[in-house]
């Protein structure tokens, strides 16, 4: 199933439609779908598809060869030509005879492997496509972020040479929850908060299965497909992913603040600072999010941050499958989820369901308050929490409290958020649009309140346009 990919696929066909030469840089971690995506929006179209691996830089010469010939045709002219430069000149020829022609090279940081002078020669070849308008369409793909984000550096010889740089982040809540035909809302919430929004884990689910039969199949039994992949995300950039892991289980497990992960996971004898490198990696990866709370006045300047997890799968793994590693390997699939997962998913799903509630704001905010929001964040003080806060274009602002609980929420829990906002210094002048999320319902006491200035909202509502 392929859904969403909206803005990805117009940009995409945008730039295959261009009469000039167009150079895409695309990026995103592994799993997120470029190539699916890539290959959809080439339907139709002249086009030749290379996905790199790692061999050789002549067998990928050779590899990719092929693939213009299974795209193109064969040509004895082809077969006469070597070396990199020669066949960016077959390409440039082909479009320069036959009109637009679009050219990927997926998984590119693998060509460059072994062959470090490959963005330089890319480069001169670029430039005289563009000196000449030759209806060109390069695609460079990777699943290495801080590689491909590279390519666009200024000391890179590509800087600059990009007519559009592409991420291709995971699929919204409101997206995964497509792939989940037949689950009601509340279930689908808590499939994206256990799965994340990869469209290569969501493709394994069974809908006719329930969450909890996923789960075992696809995560705790013998053999399942995502029991270890964390580890092989890891392993795929790092030569040693302990101590990566280690931060990552870390948060996984609450220990949002700089200080709290430097004590669970460096010696006493390592300078905290030593840690950076690994939480600016992580980063770069996507696998770890950094958060400032919006009421900080200079947050370049502020060490009032947070880290999170930035994949719901991740932190699922970390909090439940981890733990659990030495039984899992026993054979005990079903009882670690009825004894040490089941009985703690509506705690974990706390966290996720903010997660949400955010995205929310930030993404579908316009469809109940009239405009978008320019920013949606969260803020943080030493005795309370807000767990949606931001500002919509036209200047008003929101706070939002979000309760997973199984009773109905009530006039309690606005009275909480009203007092919070009136103490936070962020709504200081305001009159803020007030949010409640809950994944039951609410009070019909506090239902008759419903107004302009304050919104219910369930599952479904998250879910429906």
Not at 5 to 16: K, Y
Not at 223 to 244: T, W
């Amino acid at each position: 199933m392929f859904v969403g990919r909206v803005r990805e696929m117009a940009a995409l066909r945008g730039e295959f439609d261009r009469e000039k030469p167009s150079l895409v840089v695309m990026y995103g971690r592994r799993r997120v779908g470029k190539s699916t995506l890539l290959q959809r929006a080439m339907e139709g179209r002249r086009h030749v598809y290379y996905q790199a691996t790692r061999v050789t830089d002549a067998d990928s010469q050779a590899l990719l060869k092929a693939s213009i010939t299974q795209g193109l045709g064969s040509d004895a002219l082809l077969d006469a030509v070597s070396g990199w430069e020669g066949i960016f000149a077959y390409l440039r020829a082909a479009a320069a005879a036959g009109g637009k022609l679009v050219i990927t090279l997926d998984e590119f940081p693998y060509l460059c492997d072994d062959n470090s002078a490959l963005p330089s020669i890319i480069q001169k070849v670029w430039d005289d496509v563009v000196r000449v308008g030759i209806p060109l369409k390069l695609v460079l793909c990777g699943s290495h972020v801080a590689f491909m984000e590279g390519l666009l550096a200024e000391k890179n010889p590509l800087h600059g040479r990009q007519t559009r740089d592409l991420e291709v982040g995971p699929l919204s809540f409101r997206e995964a929850a497509e792939m989940l035909p037949g689950w009601k809302p509340e279930a689908a919430l808590r499939g994206y908060g256990v799965f994340g929004g990869m469209p290569y884990y969501l493709a394994l689910l069974d809908p006719a299965d329930d969450l909890a039969g996923n789960v075992r199949r696809l995560v705790l039994e013998d053999g399942a497909p995502l029991r270890e992949e964390p580890l092989h995300l890891l392993q795929a950039e790092l030569n040693s992913p302990a101590r990566y892991a280690s931060i990552l289980r870390a948060v996984a497990d609450g220990l949002t603040v700089r200080g709290e992960i430097v004590n669970r996971v460096m010696q006493k004898d390592e300078q905290s600072s030593s840690i950076t490198p690994y939480l600016d990696r992580l980063e770069q990866m996507r696998l770890l999010r950094r958060m400032y709370s919006l009421d900080v006045a200079a947050p370049e300047k502020s060490r009032n941050t947070r880290y999170f997890l930035n994949d719901p799968f991740l932190a699922f793994h970390y909090r439940f499958v981890l733990p659990n590693a030495s039984a899992l390997q026993a054979g005990h699939a079903e009882s670690v989820y009825r004894l040490g997962i089941e009985p703690h998913l509506d705690d974990y799903m706390g966290e996720r369901f903010e997660e949400i509630c955010r995205a929310w704001a930030e993404l579908h905010g316009q469809e109940r308050l009239g405009v978008p929001a320019r920013v949606a964040g969260k803020i943080w003080a030493a005795d309370y929490d807000i767990d949606v806060a931001g500002e919509l274009l036209d200047g008003r602002r929101i706070a939002g409290e979000c309760k997973w609980w199984r009773k109905l929420a009530g006039a309690n829990v606005l009275a909480d958020l009203a007092r919070d906002t009136a103490r936070n210094r962020y709504y200081a002048g305001a009159d803020p649009v007030l949010l409640l999320f809950t994944r039951t319902g609410f009070t019909p006491e506090l239902k008759a309140r419903q107004s302009d200035g304050l919104h219910l909202l369930t599952p479904a509502d998250l879910l429906t346009a």
